[in-house]
């Protein structure tokens, strides 16, 4: 059973830095690539940052290039978003995804609040 469980999340000021993590299971998670969402309130869903399954190529949203990196260490089976600079924008819940075969797996998310 696949499980994608987020944490790090929290209330930080503008200017901060928070990282969250993605901990993978039920899968082979060397084997797919991983990607990062967030949806603010009242806005879609949008995807953020997405990595391969070797972490030798990443991409990214322009609103989060030169802020947000993501990474991963599969051999901890987990997934990585460090973000700085946070800004109000950023304000959302975020969720890990992976998926394959044409069907998507999500995590729970965990809700990032940037305020003053």
């Known amino acids: 059973q696949v499980q994608l469980v987020e944490s790090g999340g929290g209330l930080v000021q503008p200017g901060g830095s928070l990282r969250l993590s993605c901990a993978a299971s039920g899968f082979t998670f060397s084997s797919y690539g991983m990607s990062w969402y967030r949806q603010a309130p009242g806005k879609e869903r949008e995807l953020v940052a997405t990595?391969?399954?070797?972490?030798?190529?990443?991409a990214y949203a322009d609103s989060v290039k030169g802020r947000f990196s993501i990474s991963r260490l599969n051999a901890k089976r987990t997934v990585y978003l460090q973000m700085d600079s946070l800004k109000p924008e950023d304000t959302g819940v975020y969720y890990c995804?992976?998926?394959?075969?044409?069907?998507?797996?999500w995590g729970q998310g965990t809700q990032v609040t940037v305020s003053s």
């Open positions: 995804k992976t998926g394959w075969s044409g069907r998507a797996y």
């Open positions: 990595i391969t399954n070797t972490g030798s190529s990443t």
